[in-house]
């Protein structure tokens, strides 16, 4: 079983993921974790040494090795990953189950305001000015989300509250 989880940055995917993992007994990849560990680089240095464009290449080379490759896996996208090229399209076609973890903007600028250190796409941007971004950010990727087989509500959910709610979709 091949399970993607989709949605915004601080949306759960990682966290949620990991639990999913281990309650299903499978193996949990985060994409981003997969291309640091094959480029031997932090995304960070990846985006600033050779840019966006050959990142966005990268990582679709790099989600389509895995889901090809792998049997059964929970696999966690970046925020950005279901919105480049054609993306969304390989998730829906190689997975089984792909799942938008669907947060609201107030929720979304809680929980990116308390990591904004660890996220270089909004490290730089002022706390009164992350809404905007956030709203404008998830206005165009949103699209894409919605296209998951599944959308869940994890707005009040706990992350053990999120897994068990998947499982209740598989």
Not at 29 to 47: G, H, M, R
């Amino acid at each position: 079983m091949k399970i993607v989880l989709v949605g915004y940055m601080a949306s759960g995917k990682s966290t949620v993921g990991r639990l999913l993992a281990r309650h299903l007994g499978v193996q949990f990849i985060d994409l981003d974790n997969y291309i640091e560990a094959n480029q031997k680089k932090t995304i960070k240095s990846i985006f600033s040494e050779k840019g966006e464009v050959f990142f966005r290449k990268l990582e679709y080379q790099m989600l389509a090795e895995v889901l090809e490759k792998e049997e059964s896996i929970i696999l966690s996208t970046g925020g950005g990953t279901p919105c480049y090229g054609t993306n969304m399209e390989t998730i829906l076609n190689q997975s089984d189950h792909s799942i938008y973890l669907d947060v609201n903007i107030p929720n979304l600028v809680q929980r990116v305001s308390k990591e904004k250190e660890n996220r270089p796409l909004v490290k730089n941007i002022p706390g009164e000015e992350l809404p905007e971004f956030i709203g404008k950010h998830l206005f165009e990727r949103r699209p894409y989300y919605l296209q998951a087989k599944h959308i869940l509500d994890c707005n009040v959910a706990d992350a053990e509250t999120v897994v068990e709610n998947i499982k209740e979709l598989l």
